[in-house]
């Protein structure tokens, strides 16, 4: 597991620590704590991944004319990774691979999509997915939690919106 | 003491109001957030009382908030109000159209890119929105002008007065159902009269284009005032107005949203001449058509 990939859930024991230690009147030891948790942290070793991989995405935000509206974009995606293998690339929309290559480094791939909500793909390493996932990948199929974890590349849609729902002002104030 | 606690007071509310900043929230992350944020305090001021939709607490008004739309007009048709009626001439216009509320209290000037927010027969006013729930909007409001919205004026039915009354809109997932009362006019000689509307307007998307229809009545009793080509003003006194008036509109279009920020429209309009009216012209006109093109930026 990557560093990179740690860092939200070190960041969390900092906070974790530092919440309880304000309460007990103990910050320095807290920050003690979260340094050496930091420090332990960064000897694991990181795994083996391609961190030269890219997936680019076109295009990278789709906009509908309101709040709520399913967004349509004909999305079209690249990867590169460094060395040639098994991809599958996979979208938070569906657990089945949307196109899967073999022994290829480049890759390029065109559909429509469309969706209410931020849509990611993930360029996936065959030799990634766990023993407990062969047979859905041998299905082409894959858990969302494992999109996370064994991703090489990924890259995201992000749905926007130019009104609000049900003629509520486009921007609103906040008090505070 | 009394002293102390005004000037406290005093402090707090510009405090407030230096602290208040404007939330753009139109991004799924942002709004999600946002919606959290309200969700939570509300949660906290509340969770001793059974939900309720309704909300008459002004500090948690779900309209506060401001619109604000620039849009350059294109637009060709008839005209109610030169001789030339039917001209081939194309206009062009530089509308500004918007909506700030805060408290409860706004201030609006409708126009042609915010027909979802204001509805067919808007006017410029100002007023007090009054009761939210889930679905209906009501406000209490006085115009604060007669003119029609840009790029329409030619088919709109001008009147003398300004007026003020009650406003109910609701809104529903793909359309909206708006009726105006305005039974108060300080400005008539005599009696106030009335006006009053009814509009309905639907919205289909197809892709991420939308397109909408909007229908709607209008009336106008004896003791308000139209105006025409020929008698401007009219006034029941001088035998131009002898009864009161329905007028109907219809109107299609299209939006396309170019990004966040940028939306592409197309309109086409449509506004029948109430009898009485059509009855103090001179001419044959009876209705008139107005289509055109709009490129707005909503800031």
């Known amino acids: 597991m990557s560093l990179l990939k740690l860092t939200p859930f070190i960041i969390n024991i900092m906070g974790h620590y530092k919440v309880h230690a304000c309460r007990a009147r103990r910050s320095v030891k807290a920050k003690l704590m979260a340094a050496f948790t930091l420090m332990f942290m960064s000897s694991i070793q990181a795994e083996p991944t391609d961190s030269n991989a890219w997936l680019k995405i076109i295009p990278e935000q789709c906009v509908a004319l309101l709040q709520g509206q399913e967004c349509y974009a004909n999305v079209e995606l690249k990867w590169e990774t460094t060395a040639s293998g098994d991809y599958c690339l996979y979208s938070s929309l569906n657990m089945k691979a949307l196109r899967c290559w073999e022994n290829k480094k480049t890759g390029e791939f065109k559909q429509e999509f469309s969706s209410k909500n931020n849509i990611k793909f993930y360029l996936i390493h065959k030799k990634h997915l766990d023993n407990n996932e062969e047979n859905a990948q041998q299905n082409g199929q894959i858990t969302s939690h494992n999109h996370r974890l064994n991703d090489i590349a990924s890259a995201e849609i992000k749905m926007a919106w130019v009104h609000k729902k049900k003629g509520k002002p486009r921007t609103s104030w906040r008090m505070f | 003491m009394n002293k102390l606690s005004t000037s406290l007071l005093a402090s707090l509310v510009t405090a407030s109001f230096l602290l208040s900043s404007p939330v753009l929230a139109h991004d799924q992350n942002h709004d999600e957030e946002h919606k959290e944020h309200k969700e939570h305090k509300h949660h906290k001021e509340h969770n001793h009382h059974e939900d309720h939709d309704m909300d008459f607490d002004f500090d948690e008004n779900p309209r506060d908030g ?104 609701g809104y529903f997932d793909n359309s909206q159902l708006q009726v105006i009362l305005t039974p108060y006019s300080p400005d008539n000689i005599g009696s106030d009269g009335l006006e009053a509307s009814i509009s309905y307007g639907h919205t289909w998307q197809v892709k991420n284009w939308n397109f909408y229809g909007n229908v709607g009545v209008h009336y106008r009793s004896e003791e308000v005032f ?74």
């Open chain 2, 66 to 169: 401001f619109y604000l739309g620039m849009s350059a007009i294109s637009s060709r048709g008839d005209d109610f109000y030169i001789s030339e009626h039917d001209t081939d001439e194309v206009d062009f216009d530089l509308d500004v159209s918007y909506r700030v509320q805060f408290l409860g209290l706004f201030v609006e000037s409708p126009g042609l890119s915010s027909r979802r927010i204001h509805g067919l027969y808007a006017t410029p006013v100002w007023g007090i929105n009054f009761f939210n729930n889930d679905t209906w909007s009501l406000d209490l409001f006085y115009e604060t002008s007669t003119k029609g919205i840009d790029g329409l004026e030619g088919i709109q039915n001008r009147k003398k007065a300004k007026r003020g009354g009650v406003r109910a809109t």
């Open chain 2, 226 to 299: 139209d105006y025409s080509l020929e008698g401007g003003y009219q006034s029941s006194s001088e035998g131009f107005s002898s009864s009161d008036g329905i007028s109907t509109s219809a109107e299609i279009g299209l939006e396309y949203p170019l990004s966040s920020d940028w939306v592409f429209g197309s309109f086409v309009a449509y506004r029948s001449l109430s009898d009485r009216v059509i009855q103090s012209r001179q001419d044959d006109v009876e209705d008139g058509y107005k289509a055109g093109v709009l490129l707005t930026y909503n800031f």
